[in-house]
């Protein structure tokens, strides 16, 4: 359900409990519904920003538009329960968190650290335990100031982004409740990050998280190797060299096989990955023959190794494993994983990488043609 489709309900809801007469008198006008919350942490201080629409212009006859139909109220505090009755007392109604679709943590907070704020969520009725987290390294200010498209708020904006790229597999998103979760078994893990490229919004990465603050960042472009090995219908494109030429091939993963081994404190992985992979265009107008074909095919096959044992390296040198390899280990050896002391194991493990892919020409090549 998109984040409009919540909104909807909920305004859906309030309206049937006050014909129904029930909740005394909580109906719609006496509440806030919250589309977007930024916590940020500066100096010594914890901010809260909310973007509320603007109801009652746009029920108007003449609408409104962009950024008039909503407005950002902030509360600070030396702790989150100071903070967030200064944002209470700006308010003219109490606020709702049932229609957030996002929450956005700034670097400061995440720096910081994130577990005072997500057991204040956990025990938070009002907020959906569904909801995507993304870090930021903009300032709250900044991140709020592009005007937003389709007459949607920053709120929106961010949440669409997420489910639009998560729909196509294109990114790795977490909940609330898959945090905790991690939380809860000491996991290192990773969050989407959102900034401004260009004066508008976009994911450029990923924030690593490690004993519940900022550990690292990946750049969207070194993280497609996190993306195989996490996201079960990984969806990607590279530009492959071959002969003198170019081509890009989109990538879509078919299976993955992570199979853990363990001998006397020795841990060791066998990975196989298969994908379905397509020719997209070259960059000179030329025929393909099979010779050519082929080149592609294993040159790609090489690539995509390169990432995926990038990522792992990447992981093992930061000794904080991102990649969930622990749960798989986990899952096999139930009773040897809570005698291990992971990290520095981990750092040490063995890892065996097998990769194979089709690769459809798209009507590039030409069979009759010998090299």
């Given at each position: 359900?998109?984040?409009?489709?919540?909104?909807?309900?909920?305004?859906?809801?309030?309206?049937?409990?006050?014909?129904?007469?029930?909740?005394?008198?909580?109906?719609?006008?006496?509440?806030?519904?919250?589309?977007?919350?930024?916590?940020?942490?500066?100096?010594?201080?914890?901010?809260?920003?909310?973007?509320?629409?603007?109801?009652?212009?746009?029920?108007?006859?003449?609408?409104?538009?962009?950024?008039?139909?909503?407005?950002?109220?902030?509360?600070?505090?030396?702790?989150?329960?100071?903070?967030?009755?200064?944002?209470?007392?700006?308010m003219d109604k109490l606020l709702f968190l049932g229609t957030v679709g996002s929450l956005v943590l700034t670097k400061n907070l995440i720096t910081h650290g994130l577990e005072e704020y997500m057991?204040?969520?956990?025990?938070?009725?009002?907020?959906?335990?569904?909801?995507?987290?993304?870090?930021?390294?903009?300032?709250?200010?900044?991140?709020?100031?592009?005007?937003?498209?389709?007459?949607?708020?920053?709120?929106?904006?961010?949440?669409?982004?997420?489910?639009?790229?998560?729909?196509?597999?294109?990114?790795?998103?977490?909940?609330?409740?898959?945090?905790?979760?991690?939380?809860?078994?000491?996991?290192?893990?990773?969050?989407?990050?959102?900034?401004?490229?260009?004066?508008?919004?976009?994911?450029?990465?990923?924030?690593i998280i490690h004993e519940n603050k900022y550990l690292n960042f990946i750049p969207l472009n070194k993280s497609k190797g996190v993306l195989f090995i996490l996201e079960d219908k990984a969806t990607?494109?590279?530009?492959?060299?071959?002969?003198?030429?170019?081509?890009?091939?989109?990538?879509?993963?078919?299976?993955?096989?992570?199979?853990?081994?363990?001998?006397?404190?020795?841990?060791?992985?066998?990975?196989?990955?298969?994908?379905?992979?397509?020719?997209?265009?070259?960059?000179?107008?030329?025929?393909?023959?099979?010779?050519?074909?082929?080149?592609?095919?294993?040159?790609?096959?090489?690539?995509?190794?390169?990432?995926?044992?990038?990522?792992?390296?990447?992981?093992?040198?930061?000794?904080?494993?991102?990649?969930?390899?622990?749960?798989?280990?986990?899952?096999?050896?139930?009773?040897e994983v809570k005698t291990i002391n992971w990290e520095p194991t981990y750092k040490q493990a063995q890892f065996d990488i097998s990769i194979k892919t089709s690769l459809n020409p798209g009507g590039?090549?030409?069979?009759?043609?010998?090299?």
């Amino acid at each position: 359900m998109t984040l409009k489709k919540v909104f909807v309900c909920c305004i859906s809801i309030f309206i049937i409990l006050t014909t129904a007469s029930c909740w005394d008198s909580m109906d719609i006008d006496s509440k806030a519904l919250i589309s977007l919350v930024i916590t940020d942490k500066q100096d010594d201080e914890f901010v809260f920003y909310v973007e509320v629409p603007n109801l009652e212009i746009s029920q108007t006859p003449e609408g409104g538009s962009g950024k008039e139909q909503y407005s950002v109220v902030n509360g600070r505090g030396k702790n989150y329960m100071e903070a967030r009755q200064e944002l209470d007392s700006k308010m003219d109604k109490l606020l709702f968190l049932g229609t957030v679709g996002s929450l956005v943590l700034t670097k400061n907070l995440i720096t910081h650290g994130l577990e005072e704020y997500m057991l204040r969520l956990q025990n938070t009725v009002d907020y959906r335990k569904a909801l995507n987290i993304v870090t930021t390294f903009e300032k709250p200010e900044d991140l709020l100031s592009p005007e937003p498209e389709n007459n949607i708020s920053i709120g929106y904006s961010i949440q669409d982004t997420l489910n639009t790229l998560s729909d196509l597999d294109l990114i790795i998103t977490y909940t609330t409740s898959d945090i905790l979760d991690f939380m809860h078994s000491d996991y290192c893990f990773i969050l989407p990050n959102i900034d401004l490229k260009e004066g508008r919004l976009a994911i450029n990465g990923y924030t690593i998280i490690h004993e519940n603050k900022y550990l690292n960042f990946i750049p969207l472009n070194k993280s497609k190797g996190v993306l195989f090995i996490l996201e079960d219908k990984a969806t990607t494109r590279y530009v492959v060299p071959f002969d003198k030429y170019e081509a890009t091939v989109e990538v879509r993963m078919k299976k993955r096989k992570i199979r853990p081994n363990y001998l006397i404190n020795n841990i060791s992985y066998e990975l196989d990955f298969t994908f379905n992979s397509k020719l997209i265009y070259l960059n000179k107008d030329i025929t393909l023959d099979k010779t050519m074909l082929e080149e592609i095919k294993k040159n790609l096959e090489e690539l995509i190794l390169k990432d995926i044992s990038e990522a792992i390296k990447n992981s093992k040198s930061l000794q904080c494993d991102y990649l969930g390899f622990k749960e798989q280990f986990r899952i096999r050896y139930p009773n040897e994983v809570k005698t291990i002391n992971w990290e520095p194991t981990y750092k040490q493990a063995q890892f065996d990488i097998s990769i194979k892919t089709s690769l459809n020409p798209g009507g590039m090549i030409d069979y009759t043609t010998k090299k």
